[in-house]
C-alpha cells in the first residue's frame, strides 16, 4: 500500500467511526461495505484530499456526491441483503453504487447526464466495482428490462415517488427516496405489498432535484 493509499485508509477509517458510528449507523453491513469503498476515487481530481471530508462535493454538471452520513442513513434504511437486486436512480460520482455493489447481488443505475455516466462506469470500474451496470436515461422510468427489484433507491429529489418505480419493485420489497420540495425534502421509506404502497417518512434531508417525466420538469443546470 502507498502512503497516500495508507493515508485514505486512515481517513476512511476515521469517517466510519466519528460521521457514522458516532451518529448512531448500527447496521454493521453497511459501516463495512462504506469502510472498503475509496471514496477518494470518485471525486474529482483537485477535491481527493477533501473525499472524506462530512460534506457533499461537486462532481460537476451542478451535480454533487451525496454526503458519507446521508448516504449510511438512506443504506440502513434500504436494508440490503446479499440476496438483493438494487436499483439506484441518479449515479452521479457512482460512489454509492459501489457502496450498494458491497451489499448486494446485483446493482443496476442509472444517470441522466450522459458524461457523468461515462466517468461513473469508469471509477466503478477502476475501482473494481466493473459489475456495476450504468444505464444513459431518465431513471424516473426505472429501467424495465431488469426489473423486478428487491431494492430501488433515488439519490436525487423527487415531486413524489415515480410510479414506474413502485411498478418495478418486487412484491415485498423496498424503496427508499427524498420527497417533498425543490429546495427541501424528507426521505421517504416505501414497501410495496401487493396493490398497495405503504409508506413511512422519516429525517429532512437535501438534494439535487430528480429531473424527468415523473420528476421535475425544468432542467437546474
Ligand atoms: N448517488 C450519487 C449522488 C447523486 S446526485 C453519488 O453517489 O455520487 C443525483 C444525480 O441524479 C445527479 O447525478 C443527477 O444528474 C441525477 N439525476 C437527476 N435526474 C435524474 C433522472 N431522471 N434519472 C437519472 N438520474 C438523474
Avoid: N
Avoid at 59 to 69: D, E, F, K, L, N
Avoid at 202 to 221: D, Q, Y
Amino acid at each position: 500500500m502507498s502512503a497516500e493509499e495508507k493515508s485514505f485508509a486512515l481517513q476512511r477509517a476515521r469517517m466510519v467511526e466519528q460521521q457514522l458510528r458516532a451518529r448512531s449507523i448500527g447496521d454493521e453491513r453497511v459501516l463495512s461495505a462504506m469502510g472498503k469503498v475509496p471514496r477518494q476515487e470518485f471525486v474529482p481530481e483537485d477535491l481527493r484530499p477533501a473525499a472524506y471530508e462530512d460534506r457533499a462535493l461537486p462532481i460537476g454538471y451542478g451535480q454533487t456526491i451525496s454526503q458519507p452520513y446521508m448516504v449510511a442513513v438512506m443504506l440502513e434504511m434500504l436494508d440490503v441483503h446479499d440476496s438483493h437486486k438494487v436499483l439506484e436512480v441518479g449515479a452521479g460520482s457512482g460512489y454509492q453504487a459501489a457502496v450498494l455493489a458491497e451489499l448486494a447481488r446485483e446493482v443496476v443505475v442509472v444517470e441522466i447526464v450522459e458524461p457523468l455516466a461515462h466517468h461513473a462506469q469508469l471509477s466503478l470500474d477502476r475501482a473494481g466495482y466493473g459489475r456495476v451496470k450504468v444505464v444513459v436515461g431518465d431513471g424516473t422510468l426505472g429501467h424495465a428490462e431488469a426489473a423486478p427489484y428487491d431494492r430501488i433507491i433515488v439519490a436525487a429529489a423527487c415531486p413524489e415517488v415515480p410510479g414506474p418505480l413502485v411498478e418495478q419493485l418486487r412484491d415485498g420489497g423496498r424503496l427508499v427516496a427524498p420527497v417533498g420540495r425543490r429546495d427541501v425534502q424528507q426521505c421517504v421509506v416505501c414497501v410495496k405489498r401487493g396493490d398497495e404502497v405503504e409508506m413511512t417518512k422519516t429525517i429532512g434531508c437535501v438534494f439535487v432535484p430528480l429531473i424527468g417525466e415523473h420528476g421535475w420538469k425544468r432542467r437546474a443546470w
